[in-house]
Structure formats: C-alpha cells, structure tokens
C-alpha cells in the first residue's frame, strides 16, 4: 500500500513549485488513504483549500478549509483551526462575501494578537486588507498592507512581503497613485522572480500592466497583459487570468479595437461564470455596458444599474464607485464613455 505521507509530501513540493493542477489529484490520494489518521486528514483539507484557492475554484476550497477546521477543532487545536478559519475568509472574499470574510478576519486577528502569533497576525493583516479595499475602505487597507508587510519583514518571509507589495500596488491604483503602484508591483516581481513563484510572478505583471494603462500606455500595457497571461496560463489559474483578460480588454477598448475587447470581456465573463467570481461578473457587466452604449445608450445604461445593485448588495465600495460614475455619465455626457477604470 502507497504510503500517503510521502504523497502528501510529494504534493507539497509540486504546490511549492505552483504546479496546483498537478498537486491537487495527489493530495485527494493522501487524503484518501489517511483512514482514521485525523492529522493528515485536516492537513490534506487545508492544502487542498489553499490550492483549489490559487487555481480559483472557490467553492471547493471554501469547503475543505471547512472540514480541516472541523476536524483541527475536534482534536483540540484551536491555533490551527484558526488558520482554516482565515482560508475560509479568503475564499469567502474571492467570491465578493465582503462583509463576511471581514467578520471571519477580525475575529481570527483579536485571537492571534491575544496568542501572540506573529505570523498569523501578519497574514491575516494582509488578508484584512484586501478585504478593506474591496470594501472601499482604501487608507485602512493601505495602512493594513504596510503593518502586514513589517509583520512578514520581522519573519523574514520574503513571499509574504511580495504579497504585501501587490496588494500596496492594486490598493495605490485604484487612489489613483499610478507611479506608485508601478513602483509596488516592479518590487514584488522582482522578488517573486527570485523566489521562482509563478504565480506572484503573474499577479505582478498583470499589475504592472494595468499602473501602465491607467497612465495611458495602452499598447506597453499590452505586452505585460501577455506575461501575466503566460504565466497564469502555467498554473491553471482561471480567475487571475479572466481579470488579466479584463484588464487586457479594457486597454483594448480605450485603443478603439472594440471587436478584440469584446472577445476578452466575454472571455473573462465566462470564466467568472465558471468560477462564481460576483466581482469580476460586476466588472465584465460594466464594460460590456459601455460597450452597447455605443449601440443602444439606453441598454447600456441599464447594464451599470444592474451592476451598481450587485455591488452594493455584496458590500464592493469600489465597484459601486465606478456603476455610479457610469450611470452619470451615460446621463450627462455620454462621450466620457469608454471610462478606463482602475
């Protein structure tokens, strides 16, 4: 009989490697041969809940980080069901559950900081304050990111720091502060080249794009869109390479090739779709309404009300911002449309 813990080990190393795809059938052996063992068993849980995570399947992670934290309670170990309880929250953020994934931060934080933990502070921090941004609440998260990003430099956790960084960058973008979000981003892909991780490797390209294309530079935007794409494309990472698409389209979009836009826009919508992604479906629902304001300024004006209520009901200050920015400008001044949102 195959020893599942040398399976589970071998899985480690291919997730270690962002080989998820490949990881993710060795973990569901090791879990299956684990029988009554319960600590393999909540560690095969919670592995799978991070790497159905990174390859953007939601739902499945959100389950697994439910058993593992079952099972971790069970045997007594709150610190690690704790842990679960924050992968829960992240998963719970990727789908838009806003509110929902802060309650789960907040209270996974007040217990770290009573136990001291150093790392769970800091990761949660970061997690929290990705949560702030969608929220709207920019000068937490950015203040959030910052304290995270000390917490993980006293670790000397340099993936951590990374992903500080990105989050600093997609946070200054969307202030407006382009120059240093590009800044943010070109240090963490520096890191994660170094680091060999593909998968921060792609966020921070994508990044990089976009602080290019919200400075104007549509067509240098271009060429980073399609790194991040690469690399997204090795990992198996469909949400991260639909916002890619988003992000790409809109460039596109603001360059006048509306045909090519819309094939990324409706691209990135069927892999929100795929992967229950509400936020990124509110993104593709208002670009594509900018792109039948051009048909019928009506219908495309009733696309951004449409999206404005499923941001607002998930709690996505930003998201809401820019439907409402929309929606004024399809009253006032329809030729403000295209808009190249951050």
């Known amino acids: 009989m195959s020893n599942p813990y040398s399976i589970f080990d071998k899985a480690e190393q291919k997730r270690s490697l962002s080989k998820f795809l490949q990881a993710i059938p060795l973990y569901l052996e090791a879990r299956r041969l684990s029988g009554i063992d319960d ?4 560690a095969c849980y919670f592995s799978l809940g991070d790497t159905y995570r990174m390859v953007g399947d939601f739902t ?25 309880m924050v ?3 992240l998963s719970l953020r990727a789908t838009g559950e ?11 934080l007040k217990t770290y900081i009573k136990f001291n933990d150093k ?25 959030g990111f910052k304290q995270a990003k000390k917490g993980f430099s006293g670790l000397r956790d340099k993936s951590g720091v ?22 943010y981003y070109t240090e963490a892909n520096r890191l994660f080249t170094k680091l060999k991780d593909t998968f921060g490797v792609a966020y921070s390209y994508c990044g990089i794009a976009n602080s290019m294309r919200m400075t104007g530079d549509f067509k240098g935007s271009l060429k980073f869109f399609n790194k991040a ?30 045909k090519e836009a819309l094939a990324d826009f409706k691209e990135a919508q069927r892999l929100f779709k795929e992967t229950r992604d509400r936020r990124g479906l509110i993104y593709c629902a208002l670009s594509l309404g900018e792109l039948e304001c051009r048909r019928d300024l009506k219908k495309g004006s009733k696309a951004f009300g449409n999206a404005l209520k499923k941001a607002q009901a998930l709690g996505l200050g930003v998201e809401a911002s820019y439907a409402k920015r929309l929606i004024d400008a399809a009253r006032k001044d329809p030729g403000k449309i295209p808009m190249n949102l951050a």
Do not use: H, P
């Open 60 to 84: 499945k992670a959100g389950r697994c980080y439910t058993q593992s934290r079952k099972i971790l309670l069970a045997m007594g170990d709150e610190m690690r069901a704790l842990d679960a």
């Open 39 to 42: 600590e393999l068993k909540s």
């Open 87 to 89: 992968g829960l929250g």
């Open 119 to 143: 790392a769970g502070i800091a990761f949660t921090l970061w997690a929290r304050s990705g949560a702030l941004r969608l929220k709207g609440d920019l000068k937490a998260a950015i203040e």
């Open 162 to 183: 990374g992903y500080c960084l990105t989050g600093l960058g997609g946070t200054s973008r969307v202030l407006g502060k382009y120059d240093d979000s590009k800044k």
């Open 98 to 108: 806003v509110r929902e994934s802060l309650a789960l931060f907040n209270k996974a």
């Open 229 to 258: 794409k690469t690399n997204y494309r090795k990992i198996g990472d469909k949400v991260s390479y639909a916002y890619t698409l988003w992000g790409e389209g809109t460039a596109l979009q603001m360059l006048g090739k509306n």
